[in-house]
């Protein structure tokens, strides 16, 4: 068990650029989650899947964010037309479905938009 | 709404000076209450579930403890290396799978 891996680890790019990250979740963990993380905050939900399903997405998620999980295993999230205000930490996690889970953290990808 | 808020914000200890985190929480219908820690730059460590009133959980140094509307972390001798932020999170027994975190504790542990 290798854990949640997340590439880049970092990515710095221009307002107006669109950037997109991965996420390779604990194997066999069929339900993974991104969360946006802001300096002295908690994280953010953004989304979640279930196997290649996204079941929620935030209200905060504007149309410039997509996330998919084609295949059931590895996600992508993608920001088109990257704004300053996108500069954050973020987090994906990977559980497997019981009526008690528990989310396991991948390192992050940290985003500064210039 | 469901909510999440953690107190104190920053919590500053001298070493094997005990003390405790709270986690207070509105929800509907409580699935599972979090604690996570989390280092610098890094992604949240998971450290304990809760799921009913009543429950304890312990580890090391770290004791959880769950009542209908918040949550303590103790922390008993606390060492340097405990020194982190300290998130609690929890998830809605309605409403799928959304999970709500609080904005953590950041606790400061000195030799």
């Known amino acids: 068990d290798t854990g949640v891996s997340q590439d880049p680890r970092h990515k710095i790019t221009k307002r107006g650029q669109n950037v997109t990250f991965r996420c390779d979740p604990i194997s066999e963990h069929n339900r993974l989650y991104w969360y946006r993380q802001t300096l002295g905050q908690g994280p953010e939900f953004l989304t979640y899947f279930q196997n290649e399903a996204q079941l929620e997405k935030s209200r905060l998620l504007s149309d410039r964010f997509s996330a998919e999980r084609p295949k059931g295993s590895f996600s992508t999230l993608e920001i088109q037309r990257t704004e300053q205000g996108d500069s954050a930490m973020y987090l994906c996690a990977s559980s497997y479905t019981t009526q008690k889970e528990t989310q396991y953290f991948g390192p992050g990808t940290r985003l500064l938009v210039l | 709404e469901d909510q999440v808020t953690q107190s104190p914000e920053a919590l500053r200890l001298q070493e094997g000076e005990s003390s405790s985190l709270n986690c207070s929480y509105t929800v509907s219908g409580l699935r599972g209450l979090f604690w996570y820690r989390q280092d610098p730059g890094k992604g949240p460590e998971f450290l304990f579930t809760l799921y009913s009133a009543g429950e304890e959980k312990e580890k090391e140094r770290l004791k959880a403890t769950l009542t209908k509307k918040e949550s303590f972390l103790h922390i008993t001798a606390p060492k340097p290396e405990d020194s982190a932020t300290y998130l609690c999170?929890?998830?809605?027994?309605?409403?799928?799978?959304?999970?709500?975190f609080g904005a953590g504790t950041r606790l400061f542990v000195k030799a």
């Open positions: 999170a929890v998830q809605a027994g309605t409403g799928g799978f959304k999970t709500i």
